[in-house]
């Protein structure tokens, strides 16, 4: 076994210690370790398309025997019957053990796949959890473009946590790259439904000295008709190093929000 894929080993069973994840990190950013590996997701898609089939419980057989005892009662009860009457017996065991096979079978298949559902969700939380922790640690990196896979990765997060938006907005605000900081705004965009992320960004809007960024901003803040960006928008608008064709595309903005 060689060191990767021991290393894989290691982090499937949760034994890789702090230094063996950050070398696992740097495999995935060389493209050497891929997700589906770490997590073993192909395994899971195959365990959905094979369901087994269940095990009848135990609850379930006894009380098909203890249907079985109630009709042999009956049938010493009789004191004359017919070859008929037996075949009708058997019959209605026959019948009374498939509808039980059937009950057990169906209960069976809905525990299985409520048990897999919540595997499912435990490894996409698992997956996401990953994606944040290896977006934070590119974001840190001195190359512009591992910076903005940080950024791309971001998007591929659901629901992220404040961890994720709060790293956005450190980008945003401070990343060297004028480039960086646009893609860091246009992966904030998708979370603007949250007020705490357009909160954000009206306060951001001070920060940005970047004429693309300052008019990226004000493109924003027109789509999503903030009105309490007018009053941060108009400083950037009487700062008379703001560029000529900023001042006015901020102002077109401005009159669409008053």
């Known amino acids: 076994m060689n060191r990767v894929e021991e290393l894989i080993v290691k982090y499937n069973e949760g034994l890789a210690d702090p230094s063996e994840i950050i070398e696992i990190e740097n495999l995935v950013e060389q493209g050497a370790v891929q997700f589906t590996q770490l997590r073993e997701l192909s395994k899971l898609d195959e365990s959905l398309e094979k369901i087994s089939e269940p095990i009848v419980s135990q609850d379930l057989d006894s009380r098909f025997y203890e249907m079985l005892a109630k009709e042999k009662?009956?049938?010493?009860?009789?004191?004359?019957?017919?070859?008929?009457?037996?075949?009708?017996?058997?019959?209605?065991?026959?019948?009374?053990?498939?509808?039980?096979?059937?009950?057990?079978?169906?209960?069976?298949l809905l525990l299985e796949k409520r048990a897999e559902n919540t595997e499912v969700g435990v490894l996409a939380k698992e997956v996401s959890e990953m994606k944040e922790m290896m977006m934070i640690s590119l974001l840190e990196k001195e190359s512009a473009t591992d910076r903005l896979k940080?950024?791309?990765?971001?998007?591929?997060?659901?629901?992220?946590?404040?961890?994720?938006?709060?790293?956005?907005?450190?980008?945003?605000?401070?990343?060297?790259?004028?480039?960086?900081?646009?893609a860091s705004l246009d992966a904030l965009r998708n979370y603007a439904k949250s007020a705490t992320v357009r909160e954000g960004l009206v306060r951001s809007i001070a920060q940005q000295d970047s004429p693309l960024v300052q008019v990226a901003m004000a493109e924003l803040m027109a789509n999503l008709q903030e009105k309490s960006s007018v009053s941060e928008l108009k400083k950037i608008m009487e700062q008379k190093s703001t560029p000529t064709e900023v001042k006015q595309r901020i102002k077109e903005t401005i009159n669409i929000l008053i």
């Open 73 to 108: 009662r009956t049938s010493k009860k009789s004191i004359s019957f017919s070859w008929t009457a037996i075949s009708e017996s058997i019959f209605a065991k026959m019948v009374v053990g498939a509808l039980l096979l059937a009950v057990g079978f169906s209960a069976g």
């Open 150 to 182: 940080a950024v791309s990765l971001s998007e591929e997060i659901q629901g992220p946590s404040k961890k994720v938006t709060d790293a956005l907005f450190k980008t945003l605000n401070s990343d060297p790259s004028v480039n960086v900081r646009l």
